[in-house]
């Protein structure tokens, strides 16, 4: 469901709905393998730069079908308009896009391609960025489990009551702390900070969640998983960069 890759679909029923929100890393774990392999391949033909970080930016949206940017763009476009809190929900549902989602897509791209072309083909480096991969879903399945829904009816309401909420929390946590156990030692302080801007993104995510839209929506999550991933990048390049310059 969170991934364009073809595979046998299920019978959705309560019952195997139940733990599908701790299965949402594994969707993490394909895109890190995906990103991997490409830089592995890029490193071993010496891609030219921008070559390299398209291919860096683009994978995850190809591997996902981009149903994240989907949701990234409604949520842009709801919070772009100022208006009531029945305003920005009505927002979400329409399917055309406004023009601040066009914008915000675009700023989007430009600063991923940026941060993957900054981005050293280093064993630290890439391995930080395929373990946030997880790490992102992980929070996000986490949210949904733990935060107010907005409404009654979609995508994350139909996921969050099919499962027993404080079971997945657990769940997830645990996935969580293990993906930090790697990523925080192969880091170091790359490592750290990438956990910080996870954290703050997530903080970000509630507040917005909860003062804009009286909880969270599929949309939102969407939109928290894509601030998330750039927020992280960015994080690791900047204490890469820093780094550098202090060695």
């Known amino acids: 469901m969170f991934s364009a890759i073809p595979v046998p679909q299920p019978q959705w029923n309560e019952r195997n709905m139940r733990y599908a929100l701790c299965a949402f890393p594994l969707v993490g ?8 392999v490409w830089g592995w391949a890029a490193a071993a033909l010496d891609l030219p730069v921008l070559l390299r970080a398209a291919g860096f930016c683009l994978l995850p949206v190809w591997l996902t079908g981009g ?10 476009d709801a919070l772009a308009s100022y208006g009531d809190r029945d305003k920005r929900l009505a927002i979400l549902k329409d399917p055309h896009c406004g023009a601040f989602a066009v914008i ?18 280093t064993i630290e480096a890439v391995g930080c960025m395929q373990l946030a991969f997880v790490l992102e879903r ?5 949210a949904v489990a733990a ?19 404080r079971r997945a929390r657990l769940v997830l946590t645990g996935e969580i702390l293990l993906t930090l156990m790697v990523l925080v030692p192969l880091g170091g302080v790359s490592g750290w900070a990438m956990l ?11 507040a917005v969640a909860r003062r804009d839209f009286g909880g969270i929506t599929g949309d939102l999550a ?14 690791l390049v900047a204490a890469q960069l820093l780094e550098r310059y202090l060695a």
Not at 67 to 76: E, K, N, Q, S, V
Not at 104 to 121: E, G, H, K, T
Not at 222 to 233: I, K, P, T, V, Y
């Open 29 to 36: 774990v394909v895109c890190a393998l995906a990103f991997g």
């Open 67 to 76: 149903i994240h940017l989907d949701g990234y763009a409604d949520t842009c």
């Open 104 to 121: 915000r897509l675009c700023s989007w791209f430009v600063a991923d391609l940026a941060l993957c072309a900054a981005l050293p083909l």
């Open 138 to 142: 992980a929070l996000s399945g986490w």
């Open 147 to 165: 935060l107010p829904l907005a409404k009654h009816t979609g995508l994350a309401h139909t996921f969050a009551q099919a499962a027993p909420r």
């Open 196 to 206: 910080a801007a996870a954290l703050a993104a997530l903080w970000r995510y509630a």
């Open 222 to 235: 969407g939109w928290f998983l894509q601030r998330c991933e750039l927020w992280m990048l960015g994080a």
